[in-house]
């Protein structure tokens, strides 16, 4: 027995591959938040797994084509972003990495504007304060130190555990695998442990980080990394979700009642490229893919709708909704033309750098230096 197989625990999960429902005893307390949905709430969870999937699909073509610098797929990962994001409360907010795009789409933010990002004409269209979607983090891990920063500001503010559901708040961030090992997550462990935020440390583990496999980066389940600060953990199935849901709303009730961060792992795979100038066939084979594959998020609650006597004109009309996002999205993204220049030399730092004025003036320079040659 390996020293993760002597750590682990049941991992919670509330659908089978074949899409049938069931919840084991030990989960009871997540299993209520389930009777707490309609077949609205399962028909939405779809249809906007569905979205994600086409906007990803569109998003990866548009960067083939030229028209983005750069695509983050998340294909694979939509039932653990759908579910956890329906799972955040009203006054919550949510510190994402730079690959939830389906969180974005749970808290309404435009999807137009993360292109805009990925194209270079913006820096993050979307306002934080009026979303509580706060703005795409590049550098790895930074996310974590800025969610634990805020939580611990709730937690001075005194909104956290008096019961008034229109001021208490909880925060909640996400990361990958590979984003446990940088500094600053353990660092915010320790804070979050040490101040008790309202907050849950929610981690897609996707299986690679770029090249890098799991079992490569860590000896025991990252579920676990939180423990030695103080922070107890939860593993749930990340292809699943209802389970998603359930685990990210009922630790998110906990933290605003003021009991404290939780660390949940979401077990999940990155079916497509770390980014679109990654490729992944360098590093993995295709039978790993097809196992997960087998486990497709979308697939899986497909069944169970179907199970529940969705019939096939709600299928349809979630595609057709796709087809038309996806024209409405490459038509906008070919009528923004080129993003300015000078979008390179703004918010690099908050006050006037002399470095990057030294460098912009030369850049005027050089373009001054064609004028008047006819090109």
């Given at each position: 027995?390996?020293?993760?197989d002597?750590q682990?625990?049941p991992?919670?999960?509330?659908l089978s ?11 009871a307390?997540y299993a ?9 709430d399962?028909?939405k969870?779809y249809?906007?797994?569905a979205?994600?999937?086409r906007?990803?699909?569109e998003?990866?073509?548009l960067q083939r084509?030229?028209?983005l610098?750069?695509w ?15 799972g955040?409360?009203h006054?919550d907010?949510?510190?994402p990495?730079?690959?939830?795009h389906?969180?974005a789409?749970?808290?309404g933010?435009?999807?137009?504007s ?5 194209r270079g004409?913006?820096?993050g269209g979307w306002n934080p ?5 706060h703005?795409?983090?590049i550098?790895l891990?930074t996310?974590?130190?800025?969610a ?6 709730v937690?001075?503010d005194?909104k956290v555990g ?9 925060v ?7 984003a446990?090992?940088?500094g600053?997550?353990s660092?915010s462990?320790?804070?979050a442990a040490?101040n008790q ?13 770029i090249s890098?496999?799991v079992a490569?980066q860590t000896k025991?389940p ?5 423990t030695g600060?103080?922070?107890p953990g939860?593993q ?8 998603c849901y359930?685990?990210?709303?009922k630790h998110m ?6 009991l404290?961060p939780?660390f949940?792992e979401?077990?999940t795979y990155?079916i497509g490229a770390h980014?679109?100038s990654d490729?992944?066939?360098?590093y993995r084979d295709n ?9 497709d998020p ?6 169970f709708?179907r199970?529940?006597g969705v019939?096939?004109a709600?299928?349809d009309e979630?595609?057709?909704h ?5 024209a409405?999205i ?7 033309g080129n993003?300015p ?8 730092y ?5 470095v990057i004025a ?6 005027n ?10 090109n």
């Open positions: 027995m390996t020293a993760q002597a682990r625990v991992m919670v999960q509330m591959i074949e899409g049938e429902f069931s919840v084991a005893p030990e989960f307390d209520a938040y389930i009777d707490r949905l309609t077949d609205a399962y028909l969870f249809r906007d797994m979205i994600m999937r906007f990803d699909a998003a990866t073509a084509q030229g028209q610098g750069l983050i797929p998340a294909i694979g990962q939509e039932a653990a972003q759908i579910g956890s994001g329906y955040v409360g006054n907010h949510i510190f990495s730079y690959r939830e389906g969180v789409i749970t808290h933010i435009d999807l137009m993360i292109l805009k990002m990925l004409v913006n820096h304060d009026e979303t509580r979607f703005l795409y983090a550098v891990g996310q974590a130190l800025h634990t920063g805020y939580a611990m500001g937690a001075f005194g008096t019961g008034n559901k229109d001021e208490d708040l909880a909640i961030t996400y990361f990958g695998d590979g446990t090992a940088e600053d997550v660092e462990l320790l804070f040490i935020t309202p907050q849950v440390f929610f981690c897609q583990n996707n299986q690679w980080a890098s496999n490569r025991v990252l579920y676990l990394r939180g600060f103080g922070v939860i749930v199935d990340g292809n699943d979700v209802l389970a359930a685990v990210t709303a009730d906990d933290a605003r009642a003021g404290g939780t949940i979401a077990m990155r980014t679109t490729d992944p066939t360098k039978a790993e893919v097809e196992y997960w594959q087998a486990r979308l697939a899986r609650f497909e069944k709708l199970n529940r019939e096939q709600f299928f979630c595609d057709a796709g087809d038309k996002l996806a409405e490459r038509e906008a993204t070919f009528a923004l993003p220049i000078e979008n390179m030399f703004q918010h690099v908050s006050q006037p750098h002399p030294e460098q912009y003036a030369w850049l320079d050089y373009e001054a230096s064609f004028e008047g040659e006819g």
